[in-house]
């Protein structure tokens, strides 16, 4: 025997739900209302009421501050308000799908539609939704359209259970003398996928079946109407609302094709024993014996799993997070679409792509789609009976895929990692439909211990070549990337570009890293030119002596250089800083141009010395003794005194950075003649003079701490070897 099921069986979405709910309810408070029974099925509200729950058809039996569940079906706002009042507790499983409907009309009454409603005005999801709004119109299916007169726009839902042919035909009768009258309609698809779907099967399976069974309950509506369609086409179409029901099943044995039917309130257990006893009947003794012979092998369980997977059809299997999908727009508006999966066995499901998950890029716009427009989403989760996908992760899945496929042909990339693989040695990430994965030794020079650093910051990758990856880029969409490959590569680049430019007199700029200690005495700076270290000596920071070299520069700021000399093979590169810098006496010649007369006081006068020393306030001059007066003076102190105010022209520097002075030359001219015959009288006397001062100058070791005070130690090395050899 060959057997036909819908591919939806057991409870919808909506009753499964709110029974769940009700049993919940029922753990917590172990008595429970409800008002009418939860579903149409005496064997299902026989056993809620063993556990507890009451079903109530007057509202007034509800005692106060009691615990109710309000029902698949929704409930009347009138009813609602009242158990308020009576400060019951509300546990609303009202089925999502009604809910729509119910939210819907309040929206569309609002925007000024008049609402019209296909169904039977006493069914409880009518009489629920209906209690919302004022502006309505109960409608048949008539051909009736004369309401049209009473508004400019009319919003059509229909029961949720209702027949969908007979929708479809009263909605498209609707819209076409709404066009003639020139009037707006705007028609829900309120019909549930469940009740959709079950009639179409009814039809197909009544078509092929010989006899047909209607698995459920004869108060329940759309069972009664699965009933009435197969009926129709097949005449052996029997009731079933419990097992002993098969008893009235004429010629069993002989059945050939037998369809199963079965409604929304029907328990999926009772539908898979009515198949189990028909199977059984119809097996020949040898199958049955055979039967026997495998079962008692398997365990109970492994028969139990076996039994659920088999009733699994095609639409129950789940469908995984992040899988892929195709679905069908019913209508959009602005919290989103509402869809049915493409797939034939999940035809007519309830899915939802939020308006925040349909576009990648710009404001959904629920105009740009159409009923009927194929959409590939991403399913991310089941909850409160819909299924809920993303457009645009899928968008941007293909986007990924592009993208790895352009990694694939050795395009560089950026990742950032959000996990690492379990035993942390790699760091690991998707993108779209490819695993990334960069091993510890692959992210940078070094192989990394603790690669957990690294999750969370982007990494520049590159994806690995064959050899290095032993051939794991081979893996089915899994891409092994370095970063280590990029690293290395740009540092031999910057390599060059640094010794390209270093050579000696070259000027670079560089950035003080630290400073350099050996044994607690500063030897210089280490300076960082293109994060290359390079070492600048102390004695190669300043003209004048210095103690550190912290006296020059600091640390991070960024100075010119000059390179000294260097040595690529052994990478090492000397700078100067000072070699940039003016020298001391250079500065003084800026500051006091000759010719400029300053003032100042007498600082000291060394004894037997052959110059004064002035206090310029700033700086310090010299005066040489053939500089102090238009005449020959045998003692500068027969002129200056210690303290002594001056005015003296500047006639240049001196190395050891002092002005050179002239008092002479400040003071106001002589007559010509005089001033020419005495000059000439003295330059003679000077000239000796002079000559005295640069023997004095040169053979003088008495000068003591005052002359050495003006030298360098160098230079006074170099000057008492000098005055020693005259001295021979
Ligand atoms: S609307 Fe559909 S899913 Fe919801 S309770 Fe009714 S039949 Fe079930």
Not at 562 to 582: A, P, T
Request: aromatic share 8%; with cysteine.
């Amino acid at each position: 025997m060959k057997i036909l099921t819908q591919k939806i069986i057991g409870f919808c979405k909506g009753v499964e739900r709110s029974i769940e709910l009700l049993n919940n309810a029922l753990d917590t408070y172990k008595q429970v209302y409800m008002l009418g029974e939860i579903i149409n099925n005496r064997l299902v509200v026989d056993s809620l009421k063993k556990k507890g729950a009451i079903f109530v058809n007057d509202i007034e039996k509800i005692p106060n501050n009691s615990v109710v569940v309000i029902r698949a079906h929704g409930e009347s706002k009138e009813n609602i308000d009242y158990l308020n009042q009576k400060s019951c507790k509300i546990i609303d499983a009202t089925c999502p799908k009604v809910q729509i409907v119910r939210d819907e009309v309040v929206k569309k009454e609002a925007e000024g539609y008049k609402v019209l409603i296909l169904g039977n005005p006493m069914h409880p999801e009518v009489l629920g939704f209906s209690s919302l709004i004022k502006n309505k119109l109960f409608i048949d299916e008539s051909d009736n359209f004369d309401f049209l007169s009473e508004s400019d726009k009319f919003f059509l839902v229909t029961q949720t259970s209702y027949n969908y042919n007979k929708h479809t035909i009263y909605a498209q009768n609707l819209s076409k003398n709404a066009d003639i009258q020139n009037k707006l309609v705007v028609i829900l698809d309120s019909i549930c996928y469940t009740t959709k779907e079950r009639q179409n099967s009814a039809v197909e399976i009544a078509n092929q079946a010989d006899t047909v069974l209607v698995i459920g309950d004869k108060i329940s509506s759309n069972t009664t109407k699965l009933f009435e369609i197969s009926n129709k086409i097949c005449k052996n179409t029997y009731f079933v609302t419990t097992i002993s029901d098969l008893k009235s099943v004429k010629n069993k044995e002989s059945i050939k094709t037998l369809g199963i039917l079965s409604g929304a309130s029907t328990p999926k257990e009772l539908v898979l024993e009515v198949i189990k006893v028909m199977s059984e009947l119809n097996k020949t003794e040898e199958q049955k014996l055979e039967d026997q012979n495998v079962n008692e092998q398997k365990s109970k369980e492994e028969q139990f799993a076996e039994l659920m997977e088999k009733s699994l059809t095609e639409s129950e299997k789940p469908i995984k997070p992040g899988e892929m999908r195709e679905v069908e727009v019913v209508f959009a508006d602005e919290t989103g679409l509402r869809c049915n999966l493409v797939e034939t066995h999940r035809k007519a499901d309830m899915c939802f792509i939020d308006k925040d998950e349909v576009e990648m890029e710009g404001d959904y716009d629920a105009d740009k789609y159409k009923p009927g427009d194929i959409i590939k989403a991403v399913f991310l989760r089941h909850e409160n009976q819909q299924f809920y996908f993303s457009k645009k992760a899928y968008d941007k899945r293909q986007i990924e895929n592009e993208k790895a496929e352009k990694i694939l042909q050795g395009e560089d990339f950026k990742f950032t990692f959000h996990r690492t693989t379990p035993n942390n040695s790699c760091l690991i990430g998707k993108m779209g439909d490819y695993s990334i994965l960069v091993p510890a030794s692959q992210i940078t020079f070094r192989h990394v211990k603790d690669i957990t650093k690294y999750v969370g910051k982007e990494l520049r990758l590159r994806i690995l070549p064959p050899e290095d990856s032993e051939n794991k880029n081979t893996r089915k969409r899994t891409i092994f990337a370095s970063q280590k490959l990029i690293l290395e590569e740009e540092k031999a680049s910057k390599e060059e570009a640094f010794w390209a430019k270093i050579d000696v007199n070259n000027v670079l700029e560089g950035k003080v890293k630290r400073f350099g200690y050996k044994d607690d005495k500063p030897f210089g700076a280490f300076v960082s030119i293109d994060g290359h270290d390079c070492l600048a000596h102390i004695g190669d920071l300043s003209w004048t002596k210095i103690e550190k070299p912290e006296e020059v520069l600091e640390i991070g700021k960024v100075y010119e250089f000059v390179v000294l000399n260097f040595d690529r093979e052994n990478n090492r590169v000397s700078l100067g800083y000072k070699q940039l810098q003016k020298r001391p006496h250079e500065i003084l010649a800026e500051k006091y141009p000759i010719g400029t007369i300053v003032k100042g006081t007498v600082k000291e006068i060394p004894e037997k010395g052959f110059f004064a020393v002035i206090d310029l306030s700033e700086d310090e001059g010299i005066v040489y003794i053939s500089e102090i007066a238009d005449k020959f003076i045998e003692s500068i102190s027969d002129e200056l005194t210690v303290g002594q105010e001056i005015e003296a022209k500047v006639i240049g520097t001196e190395r050891f950075n002092k002005v050179k002075l002239s008092i002479k030359q400040a003071a106001p001219s002589k007559e010509p003649a005089e001033k020419f015959s005495k000059s000439t009288k003295e330059n003679s006397k000077h000239k000796k003079n002079q000559q005295t001062e640069s023997n004095e100058y040169i053979s003088s070791e008495s000068m003591g701490a005052t002359l050495a005070d003006l030298l360098d130690e160098e230079t006074a090395k170099k000057l008492k070897e000098t005055a020693k050899n005259n001295k021979k």
